[in-house]
């Protein structure tokens, strides 16, 4: 019999409705996480559970992205709350959308090509401060 090494070994993908499920009992934070590449941008527990657990082997792009096109924008138009909706498709294709907080368009992102769950997620990244911070609408 084959054994197997849990720290090795990845634990199954939750699908979407798991992960939203898991994300819901996300209120307030314990922990601030700062970006390694935007010392401005600060995430909370909630965003760093959804980068370790959307997709096959995490969700850190979307961190990434957020830190590098999205706050550097923001901070250029002095926008204080946003919306990001990442939509991802059946094809595996998603479209990234930022809005201010009366739902109109800043910026579209197309992304060709992600493993991460279907359906639509939604972030605030909202300025609090010298950061700016990504979070959940539950922990809002």
């Known amino acids: 019999m084959q054994q197997i090494n ?3 070994t990845n634990p199954p993908r939750l699908d979407s409705t798991e992960l939203r499920t898991a ?15 935007n010392k401005r941008m600060l995430y909370t527990d909630g965003i760093r559970y959804f980068a370790k ?10 961190l ?34 930022v809005t201010d907080g009366n739902e109109e368009p800043l910026l579209r992102l197309d992304i060709n090509f992600t493993d991460l769950q279907n359906g ?3 972030f ?3 300025e609090d401060g010298d950061h700016r911070v990504m979070l959940l609408p539950s922990e809002y």
């Not at 994300?23 to 590449?37: C, V």
């Not at 590098?68 to 959308?97: G, K, M, Y």
């Open 6 to 8: 849990p720290e090795t």
């Open 23 to 37: 994300l819901s009992q996300f209120t307030g934070t314990e922990l601030w996480y700062r970006h390694s590449l």
């Open 53 to 62: 657990n959307g997709g096959e082997i995490g969700a850190y792009w979307l």
């Open 64 to 97: 990434d992205k957020t830190a590098l096109e999205i706050c550097p924008l923001l901070d250029r138009t002095n926008q204080a709350f946003d919306v990001v909706s990442v939509i991802v498709n059946l094809d595996h294709s998603a479209d990234i959308i």
């Open 120 to 122: 639509e997620w939604r």
């Open 124 to 126: 605030y990244l909202i």
